[in-house]
């Protein structure tokens, strides 16, 4: 009887993609998943929780800036007022709007350990060893082969062997690069740390709590070749300071498709020579979250493929590893 009851309620919840199965056979992760946005209760830095509020004067001079500035950019798809919650300001590396750390399909301990022992078999560069985590500003991680391991850490790793194999930023002291949607500025945290002799790492975004944060972040680990450049400077500071290329890292599929084309005019127009995205999900196409293909602005503005990659070369891992996606490269033909 018990086992007629279980079929035909699976029969029922099959429709809505549920199933009921034994919680004996269910990992400990499968049990407690986690739907809503946290992070680690782990102390603030000195001076961080006066500095890092919604009331700080320089994050309401942001504010009102980015309010000013051209509303192609700035009007939001996914990033509205209420994406950004007040702890999150203090807590940016937590699991929040910035980064998905304990949510979704392949986010918990196993996904989190194929990537590192697969990202640690292809390391030429010993990018584990110049690279360290903490728990700072709400970060979570997990020991793996005695090492702390966050998703920061794995996604970062795993970006700078794209951008060396294409770019040689390991070998080189001339490059200039620019992140669009930069967030918090973990990727020119990490690509200094590993490569300092790198000239220069430009941050900027069209949400200014981003900018904010990512200035802030970028002091704080005492990064001198890097800085956070506001949305209503960004054009200056391309015309004065040319970049070789620039990336964008799950940012433009969080978009509306006005505002990449605002942002795709401005690399052109610069003429900086190489743009590397990667889209949110394990997908080959340049879509945004709402569906919308935004390759076409791409070649309207110059830019052609020259190649695209999954994240993991090893199809296994681009499958269960951490939040597999494609990195696509394209370059400027006109």
């Given amino acids: 009887m018990r086992q007629l009851i279980k079929k035909m309620l699976n029969c029922a919840l099959k429709r809505f993609g549920a199933e009921i199965v034994p919680t004996q056979i269910l990992y400990p992760w499968q049990k407690n998943i986690i739907f809503l946005p946290s992070f680690n209760q782990f102390p603030l830095p000195k001076d961080a929780a006066e500095y890092l509020t919604t009331n700080n004067p320089k994050l309401i001079d942001l504010q009102q800036r980015y309010k000013a500035f051209d509303p192609a950019v700035t009007t939001p798809l996914v990033w509205t007022d209420s994406h950004i919650r007040p702890e999150y300001i203090s807590h940016f590396r937590g699991d929040n709007a910035w980064v998905w750390q304990l949510r979704g399909a392949g986010a918990n301990i196993l996904s989190y350990a194929i990537t590192y022992y697969y990202l640690k078999s292809?390391?030429?560069?010993?990018?584990?060893?110049?690279?360290?985590?903490?728990?700072?500003?709400?970060?979570?991680?997990?020991?793996?082969?005695?090492?702390?391991?966050?998703?920061?850490?794995?996604?970062?790793?795993?970006?700078?062997?794209?951008?060396?194999?294409?770019?040689?930023?390991?070998?080189?002291?001339?490059?200039?690069?620019?992140?669009?949607?930069?967030?918090?500025?973990?990727?020119?945290?990490?690509?200094?740390?590993?490569?300092?002799?790198?000239?220069?790492?430009?941050?900027?975004?069209?949400?200014?709590?981003?900018?904010?944060?990512?200035?802030?972040?970028?002091?704080?680990?005492?990064?001198?070749?890097?800085?956070?450049?506001?949305?209503?400077?960004?054009?200056?500071?391309?015309?004065?300071?040319?970049?070789?290329?620039?990336?964008?890292?799950?940012?433009?599929?969080?978009?509306?498709?006005?505002?990449?084309?605002?942002?795709?005019?401005?690399?052109?127009?610069?003429?900086?020579?190489?743009?590397?995205?990667?889209?949110?999900?394990?997908?080959?196409?340049?879509?945004?979250?709402?569906?919308?293909?935004?390759?076409?602005?791409?070649e309207r503005y110059g830019y052609k493929f020259i190649t695209k990659e999954p994240k993991y070369l090893d199809p296994v891992v681009q499958e269960y590893g951490l939040m597999p996606t494609w990195y696509h490269l394209l370059e400027l033909k006109r």
């Avoid at 004065?240 to 690399?267: G, K, Q, T």
């Avoid at 889209?279 to 196409?285: A, E, H, M, Q």
Wanted: negative net charge; charged residues 25%; glycine residues 6%.
């Fill in 122 to 298: 292809i390391d030429r560069l010993g990018l584990f060893d110049k690279l360290t985590e903490d728990n700072n500003f709400g970060n979570f991680s997990f020991t793996i082969d005695g090492r702390q391991i966050s998703r920061d850490l794995l996604d970062s790793i795993a970006e700078i062997y794209f951008l060396d194999k294409h770019f040689n930023i390991a070998s080189r002291s001339d490059i200039r690069i620019l992140d669009v949607g930069a967030g918090y500025g973990r990727l020119a945290y990490r690509v200094l740390s590993a490569f300092p002799q790198i000239e220069s790492f430009s941050c900027t975004d069209a949400v200014a709590a981003s900018t904010f944060v990512s200035d802030y972040y970028l002091r704080f680990r005492g990064l001198k070749n890097a800085q956070a450049i506001p949305l209503d400077q960004i054009d200056n500071m391309l015309r004065d300071h040319p970049v070789d290329f620039a990336m964008n890292i799950h940012s433009f599929s969080e978009c509306r498709l006005e505002a990449i084309e605002w942002w795709v005019r401005l690399l052109s127009k610069h003429r900086v020579k190489h743009l590397v995205i990667a889209p949110n999900g394990d997908t080959r196409y340049l879509r945004t979250n709402d569906g919308q293909d935004f390759l076409p602005i791409l």
